[in-house]
């Protein structure tokens, strides 16, 4: 049985998330999506609220399941028994990041492979901090994320404070 880990912040989770998600359900047996807690970095949701919007928008796949973890990828990889990363890429500069993040995770686990799946053009442009942002300033995000993640992020932007919503 061959699982793949696709770990990301999914904040917020976008139609691009998905699109890789459900061309690797297809793929491998099973797909555990990995919601990557960074303390370090500010998210819009919590790591809660992404667990349960991705299990929502996910739950049509029988072979995907998502998880969170605070720790290296190539750990929860190796626990559960994984040996392939994918990561999504939308540009040249995504394949460099990338790159070098795959090496580094090749080097802590030589087992480890990382598999990269170009997005689809239409996804290309989509970037979860230019969704945040433009949410922020009240722009239209219905083609770049579900209804439900408009919804929800809607209801965060909110609830900040008016200087920050401008």
Same mark, same amino acid.
């Given at each position: ?11 917020? @989770? ?19 999506? *990995?919601?990557?807690?960074? @303390? ?7 790591? $809660? ?9 996910? &739950? ?17 990889? &190796? ?14 500069? $995504?394949?460099?990041?990338?790159? $070098? ?34 949410? *922020? ?8 994320? @579900? @209804? ?11 609830? &900040?404070?008016?200087?920050?919503? &401008?």
């Amino acid at each position: 049985m061959t699982t793949a880990v696709f770990p990301g912040s999914f904040d917020p @989770p976008t139609y691009g998330h998905l699109n890789i998600i459900e061309r690797a359900s297809k793929l491998f047996d099973s797909v555990d999506v *990995l919601i990557a807690v960074n @303390p370090e970095k500010h998210s819009l949701f919590t790591a $809660d609220e992404r667990l349960t919007l991705i299990k929502e928008l996910t &739950k049509e796949f029988s072979n995907v399941s998502v998880h969170k973890w605070e720790g290296l990828v190539v750990n929860y990889a &190796k626990e559960h028994g994984a040996n392939i990363l994918l990561r999504g890429i939308r540009s040249a500069n $995504d394949f460099s990041y990338e790159f $070098d993040l795959s090496l580094m995770n090749h080097t802590l686990n030589a087992e480890i492979e990382t598999l990269f799946i170009p997005t689809e053009q239409k996804y290309s442009i989509i970037k979860s901090s230019a969704i945040k942002e433009l949410a *922020l300033f009240g722009g239209d995000i219905s083609g770049m994320v @579900p @209804p439900l993640v408009a919804e929800k992020m809607l209801k965060k932007m909110e609830k &900040k404070p008016a200087k920050d919503r &401008k």
